[in-house]
């Protein structure tokens, strides 16, 4: 089972690796070097997560339809294919937007649309079979594999791209993402190599939850509803700066394509240094205890982002990331081991289902607003820079009201 548990992190990974060009670099030169909207880049780089309900019907669908005697397989190989050709085309699309608006945002839509598709196409697959593999007793333990190879991933991936587009140039940035995209294509196939076994059987795992369903299981219960609207706020936070980190950087401190790249490597080995130390920490301190410390590690990131725009301060600003970075990582551990806490017999796999629910909502919820605030203050103000400051300070107020919300009443 341990192969099996490292290919199925090496899945995740594979996954993981054609988002983070695109959440890391694209997403800064788009708004930094071509101008472009940041509320619509915003909107391209969530389609995953605004397609993200029809992962339901995807589960589905393979459920009941297997080719040449596998479930999963097929569908992971074709996820990963439209994931690595989204990531290969999509610098080309962003410079086409630059020169041609309309018919750009036509092919983008189209481009990130299949890019999103693969991305809930094999994110299902894979996590259904990690499912299926593991059993109910080990499926915890893959999940821990599986993260922790995937910020692995995302760190190292995020340290190759800064290299790669050194110095930037159109050309550097093209070849950069064909680099990733093929490196991530070969680490996925060999994460497929003889994984899934071949069955004339309906595999049994999880039972698979439409999204109304979830909705009306956690409205009656005014424990989890309110749970529920608490992450919805943390996360849109946490997550939703995800498209503003680094076009802020290069605005307010005149960083390189090369030294906003590796922002996100910053950022994530401190939320892995957060997530093992958070895994400690739970056979001695209360999950909610945890739960706080992460909502005020992140919510003092933010404070100090904040702070480092309007001082000009670079320090200041990294020391927000590392703060943001250990937030993000208790907050996740401790918020998914509460929510488990909550579940009753014959429903883990439900309100693991309304976890991802609202980590989708989150992120499309705080990247669009975030976008649609930095652009509306900026044109207001005429300071690319305040329009920043105004997203993250709004960011610190949702920070708050989920600290309210977590706190025993």
């Not at 994931?83 to 610098?91: D, F, K, R, T």
């Amino acid at each position: 089972m341990i192969r099996k548990r490292i290919q199925l992190g090496f899945l995740h990974v594979a996954i993981a690796m054609t988002l983070v060009p695109i959440n890391s670099t694209l997403n800064r030169v788009m708004i930094k070097e071509l101008a472009i909207s940041a509320t619509l880049v915003a909107i391209m780089a969530s389609l995953p997560y605004l397609l993200s309900p029809i992962q339901v019907a995807i589960g589905s669908y393979s459920d009941r339809h297997p080719i040449l005697h596998l479930y999963r397989t097929p569908y992971i190989l074709i996820g990963l294919l439209l994931c690595v050709a989204g990531v290969m085309i999509a610098p080309q699309i962003a410079f086409l937007i630059a020169e041609n608006i309309w018919l750009g945002v036509l092919v983008g839509v189209l481009a990130f649309g299949a890019w999103g598709m693969g991305y809930n196409l094999a994110a299902v697959s894979y996590l259904s079979l990690a499912s299926e593999l593991s059993g109910e007793q080990g499926r915890g333990r893959t999940i821990a594999v599986m993260w922790f190879m995937m910020i692995t991933g995302i760190i190292l991936t995020a340290v190759l791209l800064s290299r790669l587009v050194d110095p930037y140039s159109p050309e550097a940035l093209q070849r950069a993402f064909w680099i990733v995209g093929s490196v991530a294509l070969v680490i996925g196939l060999l994460g497929l190599i003889r994984l899934e076994p071949r069955s004339e059987k309906i595999p049994q795992g999880e039972v698979r939850y439409s999204w109304g369903i979830m909705i009306q299981t956690i409205w009656g219960n005014p424990q989890a509803r309110l749970f529920f609207w608490y992450l919805i706020i943390l996360l849109a936070a946490i997550l939703g700066q995800d498209i503003l980190l680094e076009p802020f950087a290069a605005e307010a401190f005149d960083l390189s394509v090369q030294e906003t790249t590796r922002i996100t490597a910053f950022w994530g080995v401190f939320v892995l240094v957060a997530i093992l130390l958070t895994g400690w920490l739970e056979t001695r301190l209360k999950k909610r205890t945890l739960a706080t410390w992460g909502g005020w590690g992140a919510l003092l990131g933010f404070v100090l982002i904040v702070l480092s725009g309007v001082l000009l301060n670079q320090a200041i600003f990294y020391t927000g990331v590392l703060f943001l970075g250990i937030g993000t990582g208790m907050s996740t551990v401790s918020n998914l081991s509460l929510m488990l806490d909550m579940t009753v017999a014959g429903q883990v796999g439900l309100f693991i289902g309304a976890w991802g629910m609202a980590s989708a909502v989150s992120r499309l919820m705080g990247s669009v607003l975030g976008g649609i605030g930095r652009d509306l203050i900026t044109r207001i103000s005429g300071d690319p820079i305040l329009g920043y400051i105004v997203v993250f300070g709004v960011m610190v107020g949702f920070m708050l009201l989920s600290l309210v919300m977590l706190a025993p009443h």
